[in-house]
Structure formats: structure tokens, C-alpha cells
């Protein structure tokens, strides 16, 4: 299959390794001092892409949710940031 147009994202995507597992590289987090966990680590396989890309719940945009709320004020502290 041949794909013409440089913007389309089936490009990408026909250059991925799909139902393979990925490597983990040697100076990832596994090899870390401080990673932890022992023992062989695998990467599940390469889930085939969806296109379009559905709607992600919650996501910007979406016509089900609106912005976030602001966060509450931390404890203590009063609306301009000092102390009571």
C-alpha cells in the first residue's frame, strides 16, 4: 500500500512493529540503581492504531465535560496565598 499524501497518519503507522513486542533499551529505567523491581521485563505487544483516533472521555473538547475546576486552597492558607 502506498500512501501519497505526507500528512496522513497511516504513514507512520505502517512503519510500526504491530503485534510485536518492543525492545526495553539497555540504558532504560530497568538498568537504573534505583529501579525497583528484578527479574525479566517484557513489553506487551504493539496494539494495532485506530483511525481516526477516538474521543477521549473528559479530553478538551469534549462536549460531556467542561474545563477543570480550579483546585481548592491549601490548607492554611487564604485566597491571596499568606497565612492566616
Same mark, same amino acid.
Given at each position: 500500500?502506498? /500512501?501519497e499524501n505526507p500528512d496522513d497518519p497511516r504513514r507512520f /503507522?505502517?512503519? =510500526?512493529p504491530i503485534g510485536e513486542r518492543l525492545p526495553i533499551p539497555e540504558d532504560?529505567?530497568?538498568s537504573w540503581s534505583i529501579f525497583p523491581? $528484578? &527479574?525479566e521485563l517484557t513489553v506487551r505487544p =504493539?496494539?494495532?492504531? $485506530? =483511525?481516526p483516533e477516538p474521543a477521549r472521555p &473528559?479530553?478538551?473538547g469534549t462536549a460531556s465535560h467542561g474545563p477543570a475546576p480550579p483546585p481548592p486552597p491549601a490548607p492554611g =492558607?487564604? &485566597?491571596g496565598g499568606r497565612r492566616r
Open positions: 500500500m502506498t /500512501i /503507522i505502517a512503519h =510500526l532504560a529505567a530497568p523491581y $528484578e &527479574g =504493539l496494539d494495532a492504531a $485506530e =483511525l &473528559g479530553g478538551r =492558607l487564604s &485566597g
